[in-house]
């Protein structure tokens, strides 16, 4: 049974930096594709990044050029890089598996998420 | 959200609810539809996948199905702690828009 677990949440301000990490056990992140999926508070869960099992990795638009997903196979750990943070990024942030075994790429594992809030 | 979903279902409980999920060509047309439930304060956990399966420990209450531009969510014998959003979900077509969520359904035992 995989777990994620994430961390580096936290307060920034507008303009800011911050660098999430997810520590997946039980599996291989470098087998598997990984992404990261935020949802704002009191609202639906909207997809941001998805990094493949080979390397290629997509960006929502809301995110494209200032979020970077990567990932340290050695520590089996996922990242997101955000920078020039706005208001509207915040958000609980989750990691989760896509199983591209099954034909969905349903999102089978999750992290229990991790807050992110940007404000002055 | 890119997939429409009714904002609210309610029940008693015992009795059945269904959540729709509409969606275009490029993602629940020509993709495999997955359901997510989301507790109050909890993360999001899978409930259905490739349209009608359920992964382990999913109870068979939980039913899915999916038919042209539309899935279908069936919960039957409501029971309270059912009571939670529940998310439809799919890969677009278009790489940069990437995986689609429905707009959420809140469910509510009466």
């Known amino acids: 049974e995989g777990e994620l677990v994430e961390s580096g949440g936290g307060v920034v301000q507008p303009g800011g930096s911050l660098r999430l990490s997810c520590a997946a056990s039980?599996?291989?992140?470098?087998?598997?594709?990984m992404t990261w999926v935020r949802q704002a508070p009191g609202k639906g869960l909207e997809w941001v990044s998805i990094?493949?099992?080979?390397?290629?990795?997509y960006y929502a638009d809301s995110v494209k050029g200032r979020f970077t997903i990567s990932r340290d196979t050695s520590s089996n750990t996922l990242y997101l890089q955000m920078q020039s943070l706005r208001a509207d990024d915040t958000a609980v942030y989750y990691c989760?598996?896509?199983?591209?075994?099954w034909g969905s790429g349903a999102l089978d594992y999750w992290g229990r998420g991790v807050l992110v809030t940007v404000s002055s | 959200s890119v997939l429409a979903q009714p904002p609210s279902v309610s029940a008693a409980p015992g009795q059945s609810v269904t959540i729709s999920c509409s969606g275009t060509?490029?993602?629940?047309?020509?993709?495999?539809v997955s359901w997510y439930q989301q507790l109050p304060g909890r993360a999001p956990k899978l409930l259905i996948y490739?349209?009608?399966k359920r992964p382990s420990g999913i109870p068979d209450r939980f039913s899915g199905s999916k038919s042209g531009m539309s899935a279908t969510l069936v919960i039957a014998g409501l029971q309270t702690g059912d009571e939670a959003d529940y998310y439809c979900?799919?890969?677009?077509?278009?790489?940069?828009?990437?995986?689609?969520f429905g707009t959420g359904t809140k469910v509510t035992v009466l």
């Open positions: 979900g799919t890969w677009d077509s278009s790489l940069s828009t990437g995986y689609v």
């Open positions: 060509a490029s993602n629940v047309g020509s993709r495999f």
């Open positions: 490739d349209n009608e």
């Open positions: 039980g599996f291989s992140i470098s087998d598997n594709y």
């Open positions: 990094i493949y099992s080979g390397g290629p990795t």
């Open positions: 989760a598996r896509p199983n591209m075994k």
